[in-house]
């Protein structure tokens, strides 16, 4: 088990390039093969030791040239830039995934990623609405994507459907939505529209992620 005593709890957002439902939730293969995508936390609450990460924020962009579990990803980690030195070496020991126990998210991106570009530091601009499926991420010069629901597409209401993962490893419970935009222009460089999305509140330890109260 790590040493380290650690703890994330706050907003979660994936987007990727798939069609909405994520077939890596399902154990499927990816819509159009490829995974191109991101993940991004706001942290609420957070600890790395006697490290206070309260109010940091960071996202990974990804490009893997098959599914997921086939590995030879490329990953870009960005950590927010009003982080300290010593948060940011907490954040990067935290994401590398030897702080966690097997199987865990981050030790498993840590096994499937063959290209680790060197971390970025760089102001986030992150809005979040759980309920509403609503989110925006931007990145100056390196990364915007925004969700919004999923629209009927006979009435152009609102479409809500919710994802429950028992023994998930990412989250337990996520509200779908669509990434209305998501485009990465750093060394990892795509553009997608109408998109998979997932918004979720979670808690993250060196054991995995918490079954929410």
Known sequence: MPAVKWRMKGQWLKNCNCAYGCPCDFNALPTH??????????????????????????????????????GNGTAQPIIDETANARQREALLAI?????????????????????????LFLPFEFSFDLNGRQARLRIP?????????IKNPVTGADHRIRVVM?????????EV??????????KINFSHENSHSTLARVEHRPTGVVHPA
Not at 35 to 49: L, T, Y
Not at 108 to 113: D, E, G, N, Q
């Open 33 to 70: 093969g490829n995974c191109q995508g991101m993940v991004a936390m706001k942290i609420q609450e957070g600890h790395f030791d006697d490290v206070d990460l309260s109010g940091l924020a960071f996202a990974i962009i990804v490009d893997f040239p098959g599914a997921l579990h086939l």
């Open 95 to 119: 994401l590398s995934g030897k702080e966690q126990a097997e199987g865990t998210l981050f030790h498993i991106f840590s096994l499937i990623t063959s290209n680790l570009l060197d971390p």
């Open 141 to 149: 010069g390196v990364l915007e994507t925004e969700s919004e629901p």
């Open 166 to 174: 028992p023994e998930g490893f990412e989250h337990h419970e996520g």
């Open 177 to 186: 939505a669509s990434a209305r935009r998501l485009k990465a222009s750093g």
